[in-house]
């Protein structure tokens, strides 16, 4: 499952899209049925980067072929706050210049969803920003992964050492798409990758974040309406 979705962005980003809102919540199968397809969905933050070239304007067929070729094309970097913090790149968090390599650091988190259940990055009681900005610019691999009961116990060597590529603080260290299509674990498609995933335990975390959600819209009505009274 989560090949299809490191499919979906490495064909995203050899034509420069960057879809800046990769999360659980837009990943979606066609049907119900066993064999259907998952796709990548909500293009609604999604940016197209402009090529580092001579040339302005290139065909889908140029870029094919640069995307074939050892050298792949670049792109110009934005700078714009956009996305789900919780599957925020830092450099996205840290309102930095910021390409394609976003999108591998959300769908580092959206597997780290996949293997255990919950996210590797969220608020405090307190919704502390710094607190949460720390977390993603250090992320502590020790408590995250390595010295975690559930990952030491239930999830392969592997597929810890793609998750931790992919949630490298500095874009220029994050694998691309390209790079973590290859990695030992998803290029050795085989049951133990099915085994690593931890189903039962998404359903308690789709409805955890659903719960925040909700909490979170009243807190941001009552905050206007307090601002509302204040003004008046």
Request: aromatic share 10%; glycine share 2%; proline share 5%.
């Amino acid at each position: 499952m989560f090949e299809k979705v490191v499919l979906a962005l490495k064909c995203l980003h050899e034509r420069g899209i960057v879809h800046r809102d990769v999360k659980p919540e837009n990943l979606m199968f066609e049907s119900k049925q066993t064999d259907c397809k998952l796709k990548l969905v909500d293009f609604g933050l999604a940016v197209q980067l402009q090529p580092l070239s001579t040339q302005s304007e290139q065909t889908d067929s140029q870029l094919q072929s640069q995307s074939q070729s050892s050298q792949p094309q670049q792109w110009e970097k934005v700078k714009k706050f956009a996305g789900t913090p919780e599957f925020m790149a830092p450099e996205v968090w840290n309102d930095s210049l910021y390409d394609t390599k976003v999108d591998m650091w959300s769908a580092g988190c959206v597997l780290y969803v996949l293997l255990c259940g919950v996210m590797p990055f969220r608020f405090d009681e307190h919704r502390s920003f710094d607190v949460f900005g720390k977390n993603i610019n250090s992320p502590n691999f020790d408590a995250l992964i390595d010295n975690n009961p559930f990952w030491k116990e239930h999830v392969s060597d592997s597929a810890k050492d793609l998750v931790k590529k992919l949630l490298q603080p500095s874009p220029d260290l994050r694998i691309s798409a390209d790079e973590a299509i290859l990695h030992p674990w998803l290029k050795d498609a085989s049951d133990k990758i099915v085994n690593d995933f931890h189903f039962y335990q998404l359903r308690a975390t789709r409805i955890r974040a659903r719960f925040i959600r909700n909490v979170e819209r009243v807190l941001a009505v009552e905050r206007i309406i307090a601002l509302l009274s204040a003004e008046s």
